[in-house]
C-alpha cells in the first residue's frame, strides 16, 4: 500500500501564490508518474498537471503559464507551485502517483490518491 501525504493548501487572495507538497510512502519501488487533480463541489475531478519519472509534465489549458510541477524522485515528492490565482481555482487538490510495489520477489502496480487538501482565492 501506498500513502500520499498532502500540504500547503490554504486561503491566499487573487494574485498570490501557494505552493503544494506531497510525499508517497510504502514499499515503494518506482513512480511512474505524479501528478496534481482538483475537484469542486458538483463537479468531476479534472486533471491540474502531472510530470513523469523523466520530468515529462502535462498541464491543464487553464494553468498553463502560472502552475508549475517538479517532483524529487529521491524523496518520492511532487510539488505544484501555483502563481497568479484566481477565484476559480478554488477547489480541493488531490495528489496522484502511478508506479510499482515491491516486497521481496512480489511486485505489484499501484494507483494512490491523497486525501486532498483546500486551496481558498479570495477576490
Known amino acids: 500500500q501506498v500513502e500520499l501525504a498532502e500540504s500547503g493548501g490554504g486561503l491566499v487572495q487573487a494574485g498570490g501564490s501557494l505552493r503544494l507538497s506531497c510525499a508517497a510512502s510504502?514499499?515503494?519501488?518506482?513512480?511512474?508518474?505524479m501528478g496534481w487533480y482538483r475537484q469542486g463541489p458538483g463537479k468531476q475531478r479534472e486533471l491540474v498537471a502531472v510530470?513523469?519519472?523523466?520530468?515529462?509534465?502535462n498541464y491543464a489549458d487553464s494553468v498553463k503559464g502560472r502552475f508549475t510541477i517538479s517532483r524529487d524522485n529521491a524523496k518520492n515528492a511532487v510539488y505544484l507551485q501555483m502563481n497568479s490565482l484566481n477565484p476559480r481555482d478554488t477547489d480541493v487538490y488531490y495528489c496522484?502517483?502511478?508506479?510499482?510495489?515491491?516486497?521481496?520477489?512480489?511486485?505489484?502496480?499501484?494507483?494512490?490518491w491523497g486525501q486532498g487538501t483546500q486551496v481558498t482565492v479570495s477576490s
Open positions: 510504502g514499499s515503494i519501488f518506482s513512480i511512474n508518474v
Open positions: 510530470i513523469t519519472s523523466g520530468g515529462s509534465t
Open positions: 496522484n502517483a502511478h508506479g510499482v510495489t515491491k516486497s521481496g520477489t512480489y511486485s505489484q502496480s499501484f494507483v494512490s
